[in-house]
């Protein structure tokens, strides 16, 4: 499984982007997405997940720093997840990492991170 994020970016505190993540290869083996973070200096956290499998419920959680700001969602037809980013804070800036997990394979994949900068 290759995985392609896009959409980082800079903006202002208050403003908007949309991460995308698009899946290549064995993605029929994935059956849980994810968002995670890395700010300097700090651990990778997760951001938000999305259960992936095909005829899954889609059911979701988040962190709670970004409970009612951002949104997870996914396309199956077209292999990609997504994260809306509203009401972003300068505490947001980080990169930011896709990652899939397969039960079957036993094994986690990740993409090579895109930027967000939040300026105040």
Known sequence: VQLVESGGGLVQAG?????????SGSTFSINVMGWYRQAPGKQRELVAAITSSVGST????????????????????????YLQMNSLKPED???YYCNAYSVSYHRTYWGQGTQVTVSS
């Open 93 to 95: 800036t980080a990169v």
């Open 15 to 23: 403003g908007s982007l949309r991460l995308s993540c698009a899946a």
């Open 58 to 81: 889609g059911s979701t959680n988040y962190a709670d720093s970004v409970k009612g700001r951002f949104t997870i969602s996914r396309d199956n037809a077209k292999n990609t997840m």
